[in-house]
């Protein structure tokens, strides 16, 4: 290619990125739980187009998650799983007072690849199975859900062999999909995930068997001054976000 022809190649992607990003747009570094990154990463897209900012997204554990900003991890947004969290890092200082609320409700799920395994909680009193993945509850709140089901369904302990914990709900739909479990407790926005959505078979754990498990946002200190971070706040509560986490599972509060 000539130095013309380059000049004018470059000249023309220039022109292109100018035309979709605007003069302002910045970079925010957003936390999220694992069990919110199906529904966040079709958010992700849509508000980059909506706004021209850019988004890196982080997923993990939520009491990983906590442990590092309580570090210095400069995440500018943090999606946990739980109120509890992002309250003691407003409390801390960390996060920005006023800026909490509950962006998803959660729902806790029993799932196998196999196509016959579930039926209701049958398999779990009948040990149909050789492990049992859940999230651990002291990372994760979908865990703490999980064992609170299982003790007022007074299985417990009985279960407690058979037991493997992941560090994270990412990690535990690990565990099942690779067959080291044959079933598990994840969230219903995994199992609604395109590329599993209709896999396998389910049990919906009531939710008289467990607390809410009520999702919080916090707009963290290191980004108060982010405009894209603070735009992610907005967009959040908007109609387009909220017919995502709708089509994954998640009640609105």
């Known amino acids: 290619m000539s130095m013309k022809q380059r000049l004018l190649t470059w000249c023309l992607c220039l022109s292109l990125s100018m035309?979709?990003?605007?003069?302002?747009?910045e970079q925010a570094l957003v936390a999220v739980a694992a069990n919110f990154v199906p529904p966040f990463r079709e958010i992700a897209?849509?508000?980059?187009?909506?706004?021209?900012?850019?988004?890196q997204v982080v997923g993990g554990s939520s009491g990983n998650f906590y442990s590092q900003i309580k570090n210095g991890a400069p995440f500018d947004v943090f999606f946990s799983a739980d109120m509890e969290r992002p309250k003691l890092l407003e409390d801390e200082g960390l996060g920005v007072k006023d800026s909490r609320f509950t962006y998803a409700i959660g729902r806790l799920v029993l799932w196998s690849p196999n196509e016959s395994l579930i039926k209701g909680e049958e398999p779990l009193r009948s040990k149909q199975y050789k492990l049992l993945a859940m999230a651990n509850p002291k990372t994760a709140p979908y865990g703490v859900a999980a064992m609170q089901a299982l003790q007022r369904l007074e299985l417990w302990d009985s279960v407690q062999?058979?037991?493997?914990?992941?560090?994270?709900?990412?990690?535990?739909?690990?565990?099942?999909?690779s067959g080291n479990a044959q079933l598990g407790f994840v969230a219903l926005s995994q199992v609604l995930n395109p590329k599993i959505?209709?896999?396998?078979?389910r049990w919906d754990v009531p939710t008289n068997l467990h607390e809410p498990i009520k999702q919080d946002m916090i707009l963290?200190?290191?980004?108060?001054?982010?405009?894209?971070a603070k735009a992610l706040i907005e967009f959040i509560g908007g109609p387009q976000a909220k017919r995502i986490i709708e089509r994954y599972g998640y009640e609105l509060k």
Do not use: R
Not at 45 to 55: D, N, V
Not at 197 to 201: L, R, V
């Open 45 to 55: 897209i849509e508000f980059e187009h909506a706004t021209g900012h850019q988004l």
């Open 161 to 177: 062999p058979h037991i493997v914990m992941g560090e994270s709900l990412g990690q535990t739909m690990g565990f099942i999909e």
């Open 19 to 25: 035309a979709v990003t605007p003069a302002f747009a």
């Open 197 to 201: 959505k209709g896999k396998g078979s």
């Open 220 to 228: 963290l200190t290191k980004g108060k001054d982010n405009p894209a």
